[in-house]
């Protein structure tokens, strides 16, 4: 399975928000730090803002920040909101579908992907307890 750019930087974002000790970040600065482009991710800090995972604040000494601690971010949460359509295969006009048990076995897989990842939280990620990281992950 392979998650969606929009994913990808959902994700760094969030990484980089929670390896940080200034109070408040301007989107701008976290783009150029991680070469995304600051309109596409203003749309993705949009949508996460939206979803309760982070704050912005407009105007002079605005920016944003996690709206929660990092151990209240789990990240199949995330993956809810950022891939709300993760079919693995789209059957629409297949000749075979009505014969063929391939999307149960995708549909199996990606729940199981999903369970893997809802036993995570952002706070897991920056600490380094996920299975085969010892050190913390830098932004």
Avoid: W
């Avoid at 990484?15 to 749309?43: C, D, F, N, W, Y």
């Avoid at 209240?72 to 063929?100: F, H, Q, S, Y």
């Amino acid at each position: 399975m392979q998650l969606t750019r929009h994913t990808d930087y959902a994700l760094r974002l969030l990484i980089h928000l929670g390896s940080m000790a200034e109070p408040r970040i301007a989107i701008a600065a976290v783009a150029e730090v991680q070469g995304i482009s600051a309109t596409h991710l203003m749309k993705i800090a949009n949508g996460l803002a939206h979803a309760g995972f982070i704050e912005a604040l407009r105007g002079r000494g605005g920016g944003i920040r996690l709206a929660r601690d990092p151990a209240e971010i789990n990240l199949g949460a995330v993956l809810e909101v950022t891939e709300p359509r993760c079919a693995l295969v789209d059957c629409t006009g297949c000749r075979l579908a009505r014969r063929c048990s391939l999307p149960g076995v995708l549909d199996e897989a990606r729940r199981a992907f999903m369970a893997v990842l809802q036993r995570y939280t952002l706070a897991d990620v920056l600490r380094g307890r996920v299975a085969g990281i010892i050190a913390p992950v830098a932004a």
